[in-house]
């Protein structure tokens, strides 16, 4: 049940790495990869509920155009990751002043052309700050500064925002209904909004981050006064560079813990110990000896609110092992949840274990189904 292992495999291929050796060594494996709403999250929710992917070209954070895909399910939900259109690996250099969602937007747009109604926007992996203004301006809002003069705002720009007008804001989204799933519950702005937390992680200078810091709070009563919400101390609302914020406020969107979502879509209200047994593969009903999950780097914010933290939730006894890349974790907190690391790159330069990540995740597991 691992996560992805960012910038080296996705969760499927670290899935199948996994279970191929504990398949090897005799085990009986049921494969379910996760996700928490960053990227690979609707690969997961696909594998959950059936469905499809669609492809297009929208504007991407640095403003020349990306391919991106989103998932219809076949129930007809769009999943959409803000990360495929917005992501901070859509970009061949950092962008942190400039970058906005508009190509986020673009993906609702052609999805509500679709006829679709129902939405899941995972919000992680973004490379903007710009409040979710970009989405907002590709379905339709138009933004003013002081001269009248209507522009799409990015992060650097929050500021020059002096009026909003949503009057052509798509119709449809009334009729619609919008889940954001992340895996952060910051509030918009201040020492753990999306400036100062994430703002470094996107390229932001301390300067920069201040720049943001001040814009997101500039334009939140605008946003609250044209749509009659809100939502600066909302969880959450700093999700993708304050993209919840804009969610909640232009959509009014729902905000759901992204790695409880996803188990949920897979029936995993409970994880079943040993004692339940049942078919095998059947993930409802076949009891369970040991749960093997992983991620890139495994941090005290894996503990909370993370893939993880979800599967310590919902597993009771079960022991759960870790493989990661890196661990930078408490070690007291870890054996204090019960958790198991295998830290793959131990001793490997960060660049190398990204680099052959599959390699040695492959190696690692192999070493420790042989010996369990």
Same mark, same amino acid.
């Given at each position: 049940?691992?996560?992805?292992?960012?910038?080296?495999?996705?969760?499927?291929?670290?899935?199948?790495?996994?279970?191929?050796?504990?398949?090897?060594?005799?085990?009986?494996?049921?494969?379910?990869?996760?996700?928490?709403?960053?990227?690979?999250?609707?690969?997961?929710?696909?594998?959950?509920?059936?469905?499809?992917?669609?492809?297009?070209?929208?504007?991407?954070?640095?403003?020349? %155009?990306? =391919?991106?895909?989103?998932?219809?399910?076949?129930? !007809?939900?769009?999943?959409?990751? +803000? /990360?495929?259109? $917005? #992501?901070?690996?859509?970009?061949?250099?950092?962008?942190?002043?400039?970058?906005?969602?508009?190509?986020?937007?673009?993906?609702?747009?052609?999805?509500?052309?679709?006829?679709?109604?129902?939405?899941?926007?995972?919000?992680?992996?973004?490379?903007?700050?710009?409040?979710?203004?970009?989405?907002?301006?590709?379905?339709?809002?138009?933004?003013?500064?002081?001269?009248?003069?209507?522009?799409?705002?990015?992060?650097?720009?929050?500021?020059?925002?002096?009026?909003?007008?949503?009057?052509?804001?798509?119709?449809?989204?009334?009729?619609?209904?919008?889940?954001?799933?992340?895996?952060?519950?910051?509030?918009?702005?201040?020492?753990?909004?999306?400036?100062?937390?994430?703002?470094?992680?996107?390229?932001?200078? %301390?300067? =920069?981050?201040?720049?943001?810091?001040?814009?997101? !709070?500039?334009?939140?009563?605008? +946003? /609250?006064?044209? $749509? #009659?919400?809100?939502?600066?101390?909302?969880?959450?609302?700093?999700?993708?560079?304050?993209?919840?914020?804009?969610?909640?406020?232009?959509?009014?969107?729902?905000?759901?813990?992204?790695?409880?979502?996803?188990?949920?879509?897979?029936?995993?209200?409970?994880?079943?110990?040993?004692?339940?047994?049942?078919?095998?593969?059947?993930?409802?009903?076949?009891?369970?000896?040991?749960?093997?999950?992983?991620?890139?780097?495994?941090?005290?914010?894996?503990?909370?609110?993370?893939?993880?933290?979800?599967?310590?939730?919902?597993?009771?006894?079960?022991?759960?092992?870790?493989?990661?890349?890196?661990?930078?974790?408490?070690?007291?907190?870890?054996?204090?949840?019960?958790?198991?690391?295998?830290?793959?790159?131990?001793?490997?330069?960060?660049?190398?274990?990204?680099?052959?990540?599959?390699?040695?995740?492959?190696?690692? /597991?192999?070493?420790?189904?042989?010996?369990?």
């Amino acid at each position: 049940m691992p996560d992805s292992f960012k910038g080296s495999m996705t969760a499927v291929e670290a899935t199948d790495i996994l279970a191929n050796e504990a398949e090897k060594a005799g085990a009986t494996v049921v494969r379910l990869p996760l996700a928490d709403g960053g990227e690979g999250s609707a690969e997961c929710i696909l594998r959950a509920k059936g469905g499809a992917f669609r492809n297009m070209s929208v504007i991407g954070p640095a403003g020349a %155009p990306v =391919d991106a895909r989103y998932g219809i399910t076949i129930d !007809r939900t769009a999943v959409i990751e +803000i /990360a495929e259109s $917005t #992501g901070i690996t859509r970009q061949s250099e950092l962008h942190p002043l400039t970058s906005n969602t508009y190509g986020f937007g673009e993906l609702i747009l052609d999805a509500l052309d679709q006829g679709i109604r129902s939405f899941i926007l995972c919000l992680g992996g973004s490379a903007s700050t710009d409040c979710g203004l970009g989405m907002a301006a590709a379905l339709g809002a138009r933004f003013y500064d002081k001269q009248g003069t209507s522009f799409v705002p990015s992060g650097s720009s929050l500021s020059s925002v002096d009026r909003i007008d949503v009057s052509n804001l798509d119709a449809r989204i009334s009729e619609s209904d919008f889940t954001v799933i992340c895996d952060v519950e910051n509030q918009l702005f201040g020492p753990n909004g999306a400036a100062f937390v994430y703002g470094p992680q996107k390229g932001a200078s %301390p300067e =920069d981050v201040q720049l943001l810091d001040d814009g997101l !709070r500039h334009v939140a009563p605008l +946003i /609250a006064h044209v $749509t #009659g919400s809100d939502h600066d101390s909302l969880k959450g609302a700093g999700a993708a560079g304050g993209t919840g914020y804009g969610c909640a406020a232009f959509l009014k969107a729902t905000m759901k813990s992204g790695i409880d979502t996803i188990l949920d879509l897979n029936g995993l209200k409970t994880i079943p110990g040993r004692s339940i047994s049942g078919d095998v593969g059947d993930k409802n009903a076949y009891g369970f000896d040991l749960i093997i999950t992983g991620e890139g780097c495994l941090d005290d914010q894996s503990l909370m609110g993370k893939v993880l933290s979800g599967i310590l939730k919902r597993s009771r006894d079960i022991p759960v092992v870790s493989f990661c890349g890196t661990c930078k974790a408490d070690p007291s907190e870890l054996k204090n949840a019960g958790v198991m690391v295998v830290e793959i790159g131990k001793g490997i330069p960060v660049d190398e274990s990204i680099a052959n990540g599959k390699y040695y995740l492959k190696k690692a /597991a192999e070493a420790f189904f042989s010996e369990t």
